[in-house]
């Protein structure tokens, strides 16, 4: 069992930056790719990026390629999503999840292929 908290979402201007960070607790940390999705309000649930428990390759959907980016720090079992240039259309509730694995550099873009999930972290994005 793995638990998940996402923190660090709020209010920021367009042009602004935030940085979501992803605790976990429980099983080995190092043995989960970590993702990032968003759910927009009235949209489903989108890919937006995540990271390979090699904690090397990443992949990001291409919206926020050059925006975003994902690190992860297995010590402190937390994974985080830098994300700058924010614009209004990255207003969301931001989720982490976690896909056990055996590969160090799989990288999972699906959401059914992952395990255990967050509970979500607002951010809005003012014009």
């Known amino acids: 069992q793995v638990q998940l908290v996402e923190s660090g979402g709020g209010v920021v201007q367009a042009g602004g930056s935030l940085r979501l960070s992803c605790a976990a607790s429980g099983r080995t940390f190092s043995s989960y790719a970590m993702g990032w999705f968003r759910q927009g309000p009235g949209q489903e649930r989108e890919f937006v990026g995540c990271i390979a428990r090699g904690h090397v390759e990443t992949s990001y959907t291409d919206s926020v390629k050059g925006r975003f980016t994902i690190s992860r720090d297995n010590a402190k079992m937390t994974v985080y999503l830098q994300m700058n240039s924010l614009k209004p259309e990255d207003t969301a509730v931001y989720y982490c999840?976690?896909?056990?694995?055996?590969?160090?550099?799989?990288?999972?873009?699906?959401?059914?292929?992952?395990?255990?999930w967050g509970q979500g972290t607002q951010v809005n994005v003012s014009s």
């Open positions: 999840a976690a896909a056990l694995t055996g590969s160090s550099n799989w990288l999972p873009e699906l959401s059914f292929q992952y395990d255990y």
